[in-house]
């Protein structure tokens, strides 16, 4: 699990000395695409020819709105199929493997548009996200003694990530009472209760109350430091630069640059995408906006 | 019009076999629409293959069946019914919901039709049924079946008390049931495919596999109703598995209010007790010189005087769900959270 991975040199170190070049090779990544193509119907929405994310590193996704990055989400954790490609985790072919088998490997995403389940309370969802229930069997779910105590370590966990979530006040409420925001820091938190290896997050930010942001970033740079790896979709360019060891540029479904923020930061053609499209580099996020792909 | 009379037809109607068929419907029905969303217009189908399943093994040879006993009979149903789960399961769960609909009302009425169908009366006795199959059951009763035993003002035949007696057993135990798997993790995982399926895989539950757990366990249900009213009239008869039986099922669920141990139960006692009320209310007035001489009535209320019990339950029905969609019993916090 994550710890194991703590002997390679994780964040920036790890990727000191890779050249900025599009698809250029990683030391030791956990995601590898390639020649994934999505369309739908006459729109190409992805279209990337060759690309690795490093494991242990915080890596963010960026690109105008519709440039397919939510796209590109459904398709690596098998929500959606592609016309034509391969990808792995952990050198794993995932061509046709259900989406569930993805995330018990230990690649857990979130959804742009936020799947919280409004009738169940906080807590609820919190425990739902554990993994290797006991009480999740048929025949084991009718014995309260046969999960009554890992269900009270379930909700410990919960208890303590909802605390640093700071929700724990919102703890017996139905997740349909929460804002936007809310609902966007819940699920980040319900896919932490699996333990994940690597969590991919779409637009964590979005409605996030700027108070909570802060501790937010620290939380994800915390989940690092804890040998797991995150990539995530953001128009936040604060956050982009102030958390990614790694930032990875799409337009239009390709790859279009990629390299450490400040790299990025000056690569003209990634100014230019933005211009394109927003003549404003601050981009608003989308809250709610861009068609969700197969996974609506 | 003897009031203390209709009282007594109208408890004795809501507690007794036929509501028993019903309430074990709807108690199969809360595990597949009420706790997981699935949308299964087919109980009938299911209680057909449960009834079907005690006639024809327990049927004497001579009568076409295969003699044995009844509770073999009522075993062969429940294999029967977990069957025609995984047949109409494996190709729609993977699919939206409305495929399973669709291909449970189709799956439900092809039973019917094929148990009715001239074809098979070697083997289901056509449109007749099967009749005579249920002895060893009523063997089996502590209580003498052709005595009438009375409490206060009610009366029951010793046959009647027998079925009742099971069915309420019957019902407890999936009561019980339902109220165990509801309250584990097991049922948390149910609650959540109900609303967001995609929510559930992201966390790396197989769901497909769940909502076929819900898919067999409410079918048995319905299976056990199905045998258990064929015993109750030693007989099982095709028509008694319309599609309006399922749709009877689902107006007492959502009478009682669906995701709730005792919403069926309790809706299945209403529904059927409003049920027998009308119906033996209508008789009654229908009966009488003054209804039968009020000109001033349209000939189309005189004539068709015994359709109004369903008039009534459905406009009833209508108005349930438009100003308590929860339903009696149900959590009306969990319907208005619904979408925002
Ligand atoms: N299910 C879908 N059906 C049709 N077109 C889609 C679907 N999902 C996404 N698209 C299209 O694919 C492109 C990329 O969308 P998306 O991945 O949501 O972009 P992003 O997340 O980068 O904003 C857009 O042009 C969008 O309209
Ligand atoms: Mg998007």
């Not at chain 1, 088998?101 to 548009?113: D, E, S």
């Not at chain 1, 009718?142 to 379930?154: A, G, P």
């Not at chain 2, 959540?192 to 966390?203: F, Q």
């Not at chain 2, 689902?250 to 141990?261: D, E, K, N, S």
Request: with cysteine; aromatic share 10%; charged share 20%.
């Amino acid at each position: 699990m994550p710890a194991d991975t703590m002997e390679t040199s994780s964040g920036p170190a790890a990727l000191a000395g890779v050249p900025d070049t599009v698809g250029v090779a990683k030391p030791d990544p956990i995601v590898v695409a390639d020649k994934v193509v999505r369309r739908f119907g006459g729109v190409t929405a992805v279209n990337v020819d060759h690309v690795e994310f490093q494991r242990g590193t915080i890596t963010a996704l960026i690109g105008p709105n519709g440039a397919g990055k939510t796209t590109f989400f459904n398709l690596l954790t098998c929500f959606d199929q592609p016309q034509e490609g391969t990808w792995t985790f952990n050198g794993t072919p995932l061509n046709g493997v259900a989406p569930h088998k993805v995330a018990k490997m230990g690649m857990v995403r979130t959804f742009q548009l936020t799947k919280v389940l409004t009738k169940l309370t906080v807590i609820e969802n919190m425990r739902l996200g554990a993994t290797g229930q006991k009480g999740e069997s048929f025949l084991g779910s009718l014995l309260k003694q046969v999960w009554s105590d890992q269900e009270r370590s379930i909700t410990e966990r919960a208890d303590e990530l909802l605390a640093r979530f700071k929700m724990d006040h919102m703890r017996e409420q139905y997740a349909g009472q929460l804002s936007g925001g809310q609902r966007k820091l819940l699920e980040m938190a319900r896919a932490l209760m699996t333990e994940p290896e690597l969590i991919m997050l779409d637009e964590p930010m979005a409605g996030v109350n700027p108070a909570l942001k802060q501790s937010l970033l620290e939380h994800v740079k915390s989940l690092r430091d804890e040998g797991r790896s995150v990539i995530f979709v953001e128009h936040d360019m604060d956050m982009v630069f102030d958390i990614s060891d790694w930032v990875v540029v799409m337009a239009e479904g390709r790859l279009i640059a990629e390299g450490t923020p400040d790299q990025v930061g000056s690569n003209p053609a990634v100014i230019d995408a933005y211009l394109g499209s927003h003549h404003d580099r601050d981009l608003n996020p989308d809250v709610g906006g861009g068609p969700e792909g197969g996974a609506s | 019009m003897n009031w203390s009379n209709l009282f007594v037809l109208t408890v004795s109607a809501a507690i007794g076999p036929e509501a028993v068929r019903y309430i074990l419907g709807a108690q199969g029905l809360n595990i597949h629409y009420g706790y997981t969303g699935l949308f299964n217009f087919g109980q009938a189908g299911f209680m057909a293959v449960g009834a079907y399943g005690v006639a024809i093994v327990s049927a004497s040879e001579q009568a076409g069946g295969l003699g044995y006993s009844v509770w073999l009979g009522v075993l062969a149903g429940l294999v029967a019914a977990v069957l025609l789960a995984l047949l109409m399961g494996v190709p729609t769960l993977r699919l939206r919901g409305d495929y399973l609909a669709i291909v449970t009302i189709a799956a439900s009425e092809i039973i019917r039709l094929v148990i009715r169908s001239e074809r098979f009366d070697w083997l289901t006795g056509g449109n007749s049924g099967i009749n005579g199959f249920a002895n060893s059951f009523f063997d089996a009763n502590p209580f003498d079946n052709s005595h009438r035993y009375e409490f206060g003002p009610f009366e029951y035949l010793g046959k009647d008390l027998w079925v009742m007696l099971i069915g309420w057993l019957v019902i407890a135990f999936f009561g019980l049931l339902t109220f165990l798997l509801m309250r584990s993790p097991w049922g948390r995982v149910l609650r959540s495919i109900r609303e967001n399926e995609d929510a559930v895989r992201s966390l790396g539950k197989n769901v497909q596999a769940y909502k076929m757990q819900a898919l067999v366990l409410g079918g048995v249900m319905g299976a056990v109703g199905g045998a258990i009213y064929a015993l109750y009239q030693n007989l099982a008869l095709p028509d008694d598995f319309v599609t309006r039986t399922t749709f009877i099922a689902y107006a007492a669920l959502i009478l009682g209010g669906a995701a709730r141990v005792g919403g069926p139960i309790i809706g299945g006692v209403i529904w059927y007790g409003i049920f027998a009320f009308m119906t033996n209310l209508v008789t009654e007035v229908s009966g009488t010189y003054w209804f039968k001489s009020a000109s001033w009535l349209p000939s189309i209320v005189k004539d068709n005087a015994g359709q109004f019990p369903f008039v009534f339950l459905g406009v009833a029905l209508m108005l349930l769900v438009v100003f308590r969609p929860q339903g009696i019993f149900g959590d009306r916090r969990e319907v208005e959270l619904d979408a925002r």
